[in-house]
């Protein structure tokens, strides 16, 4: 019997364990979280783990909920000592969800700690993990995990004074225009402030969109970002796009829509142009407890998987630029069920990449799903890996977990001799490392 969390947990057989040692350590490319670049160059130091765990983690505050803690011990005002007694006596119950393993990679890799969190060793646990955090600060957290570049989510408004180099790693903003989706007047009036002249019409909201843009380059920017439930079902014109746009406080939902779909598309341009890389993450909904919402606001555990994106309304999207024209596009499906789609999908249109499983997704099941999927109906040598998709700074244990399910998949063809094992290992090292890097120019 293995021990707890011992070096071959997750690994099966043989050549799994061969595959991991090959890939194990890494560097790691974070291109897509929520990290606060202000704390990576202040190089905020944590004293205590329940901070460190508790005080943003909306996947912790969610299966706190689900077990019945009081919201008091979740995002109220008890300390965060208090919090991370309740997380650690509900982690038992979790056993299967991903947070069970990731708290105790995390334990290991970070803290050296190969005990269970339970409620009988909570105390104990805490009182060692938060000596080992004198020793640690967040850029110190980055080196342990060789993580070489990160890229945080921005709003087009953002200064970016905290990016750059930073010690090893590349910290580089990520272009997240989702607050123009509902051209909402007050966000309109901020991006103008910014570049400093009115944006009263179509043409000077673009020259405004494409200076940001330039400037997000100019820091370091290599990636852009969009969050959305559904793909637009209609796309204006230029000239239609300009009388909308004028009218934008008085929209109807499908005028809105066309003129989301313009914008879209104005923007596979721009990206184009630069060399961006375009993120789509949908089939999202989010806040549905509206009395939390209105009580807490967002990003705190209140978002589920939506239906489906329209399928035929996904290639209506892709089908808008030719090849030539349009930017490299990862797309990321909450819903788990329009994976085989958009893996098919994938194959139509070219630079088109099925992205990591996300979220809900990044479970021992869903990430399997996700390998499996994509080598059968589109092609697992395009695959780009992990991403921590994270507010925590000890979360990039997430990428042990998923080389680890990658080795196992890859080793289990190889023990039935579907596959040869240098080939996995150079396939494992591609999906783990050298297809992002090669995309990013990094």
Known sequence: MNSFFGENVLLSGKSSKKIYESIKD???IDYHCHLD??????????????????????????????CGVDEYYITGNASFHE??????EILPQLFGNPLYYWTHFELK??????????????????????????????????KLFRVQFVA????????????????????????????????????????????????????SFQKALEERLDFFKSKGCKI???GFRSFPKAYATYEQAKSLYLKRDSLTSEEKDSLFGYLLVFLMKEY??????????????????????????VDMGFDVIGEGANVEDLIHFLDQLSDEERPTIILYSLNPEMLR?????????????????????????GVRRNLEIVSEYAAIGTNLGMLTDSRSFSSYSRFDFFRRILSSFLGEKVDAGEYLLEDAKKLAYNISYGNIKKLLGE
């Open 26 to 28: 890494l560097p790691i």
């Open 37 to 66: 670049q202000a704390a990576i160059k202040a190089d905020k130091k944590f004293t205590d783990i329940g901070e460190l765990w508790l005080a943003g983690d909306h996947y912790k505050w969610r299966a706190m909920r689900m």
């Open 83 to 88: 919090k991370f007694l309740h997380y650690a």
């Open 109 to 142: 890799q970070v803290f050296g700690i190969d005990k269970p969190l339970n409620k009988d060793r909570a105390e104990e646990i805490y009182a060692e993990a938060n000596k080992k955090l004198q020793e640690l600060s967040v850029q110190k957290l980055l």
């Open 152 to 203: 945080t989510t921005n709003d087009p408004t953002e200064d970016l004074k905290d990016h750059g180099k930073i010690n090893e790693t590349d910290v580089t903003p990520t272009f997240r225009p989702d607050k123009l989706y509902n051209f909402d007047s007050k966000y309109i009036e901020e991006l103008s402030k910014v570049v400093g002249y009115p944006l009263n019409d179509l043409d």
């Open 224 to 226: 852009t970002d969009h």
């Open 272 to 297: 184009k142009k630069r060399g961006l890389l375009m993120q789509i993450h949908f089939s999202v909904i989010r806040n549905i407890n509206t009395p939390m919402y209105k009580k807490l606001g």
């Open 341 to 365: 789609e958009v893996a098919c999908i994938s194959g139509a249109f070219r630079n088109v990449i099925v992205g990591a499983a996300w979220w809900f997704n990044d479970t021992l099941l």
